[in-house]
């Protein structure tokens, strides 16, 4: 790419700052938006309206003698700009929803907008923002494409239980999926504690099912998420014990967490 002048230099790189934190904190809340009809049109029009920014970064980032400074920088900045608007939050559960908010739309919308840009800095800047953002605020926030994502909507978004029942020789329309998968839909939705369990479930399902297929045993490690908490659940759902369901399936969420996320 042809040097820039300081004066186009200097502006690009302004649009580039600002524009990264219009992409996370000027936009709504994504639940609205991160629903199987709407989706697909709401990330293109996302995609749109920051594609100006997204062009920004990459022309800074193809520049730069050191781009993987620059990428760090930028991941800096967005981080200290999402824990000012944060510290201004009286309300701490207020403070925690914008929160889960926030870490949302990086995993449905930021991360995957520049991945689908396929510019040189899509993969080092995702990759740092990830690191940064996952230490500054002791969260767990993968990275996927929107054609994973949108691809996810097809099976519900049932990462893990999928590669379970997968594991076992299970058809993707099984008994056990379409029941867990309706429980999710018909209930867990529902409520706004159940919200926030998908939520979190989104942003740390995908990592999780990446490492344990790295693993030697992972057909063993699956065999073991089955038995220890969705088999109950399968149970639990029949028996209409639906709240019991969403606390081991919570139990669930946290100990993988814990076990493949640490």
Same mark, same amino acid.
């Given at each position: +790419?042809?040097? +820039?002048?300081?004066?186009?230099?200097?502006?690009?790189?302004?649009? /580039?700052?600002?524009?990264?934190?219009?992409?996370? @904190?000027?936009?709504?809340? *994504?639940?609205?938006? !991160?629903?199987?009809? &709407?989706?697909?049109? /709401?990330?293109?029009?996302?995609?749109?309206?920051? +594609? #100006?920014?997204?062009? $920004?970064?990459?022309?800074?980032?193809?520049?730069?003698?050191? *781009?993987?400074?620059?990428?760090?920088? @930028?991941?800096?900045? @967005?981080?200290?700009?999402?824990?000012?608007?944060?510290? $201004?939050?009286?309300?701490?559960?207020?403070?925690?929803?914008?929160?889960?908010?926030?870490?949302?739309?990086?995993?449905? !919308?930021?991360?995957?907008? !520049?991945?689908?840009?396929?510019?040189?800095? /899509?993969?080092? &800047?995702?990759? &740092?923002?990830?690191?940064?953002? =996952?230490?500054?605020f002791q969260t767990s926030v993968g990275k996927a494409s929107y054609e994973k994502i949108e691809n996810g909507f097809h099976k519900k978004l049932c990462y893990i239980t999928t590669a379970v029942c997968e594991s076992?020789?299970?058809?993707?329309?099984?008994?056990?999926?379409?029941?867990?998968?309706?429980y999710r839909d018909g209930y867990l939705l529902s409520t706004e504690d159940g919200q926030a369990l998908v939520k979190e479930y989104y942003n740390i399902a995908p990592t999780?099912? =990446? %490492?344990?297929? %790295?693993?030697?045993? $992972? #057909?063993?490690?699956?065999?073991?998420?089955?038995?220890?908490?969705?088999?109950?659940?399968?149970?639990?759902?029949?028996?209409? #014990?639906?709240?019991?369901?969403?606390?081991?399936? +919570?139990?669930?969420?946290?100990?993988?967490?814990?076990?493949?996320? $640490?």
């Amino acid at each position: +790419m042809e040097k +820039m002048d300081i004066v186009t230099y200097g502006e690009t790189y302004n649009r /580039a700052m600002q524009g990264i934190e219009d992409m996370l @904190l000027r936009e709504g809340n *994504p639940m609205s938006s !991160f629903k199987k009809n &709407v989706y697909p049109e /709401a990330f293109q029009a996302y995609l749109r309206r920051h +594609m #100006e920014t997204l062009n $920004a970064i990459e022309a800074v980032y193809q520049q730069e003698e050191h *781009p993987e400074e620059w990428a760090e920088k @930028l991941a800096n900045h @967005l981080v200290e700009a999402a824990q000012a608007e944060l510290e $201004a939050i009286t309300k701490k559960g207020k403070r925690s929803e914008q929160q889960i908010n926030y870490n949302m739309i990086l995993a449905v !919308f930021v991360f995957p907008a !520049f991945l689908e840009q396929k510019g040189d800095c /899509a993969e080092p &800047v995702t990759d &740092v923002i990830v690191k940064k953002w =996952n230490k500054a605020f002791q969260t767990s926030v993968g990275k996927a494409s929107y054609e994973k994502i949108e691809n996810g909507f097809h099976k519900k978004l049932c990462y893990i239980t999928t590669a379970v029942c997968e594991s076992q020789g299970k058809a993707d329309d099984c008994y056990e999926l379409e029941l867990l998968r309706s429980y999710r839909d018909g209930y867990l939705l529902s409520t706004e504690d159940g919200q926030a369990l998908v939520k979190e479930y989104y942003n740390i399902a995908p990592t999780i099912v =990446n %490492r344990i297929n %790295r693993q030697d045993n $992972a #057909e063993e490690i699956y065999g073991g998420i089955w038995d220890s908490w969705l088999s109950g659940c399968v149970h639990l759902i029949e028996a209409g #014990e639906k709240e019991a369901c969403r606390e081991k399936y +919570m139990d669930m969420v946290y100990e993988l967490k814990e076990r493949y996320m $640490a």
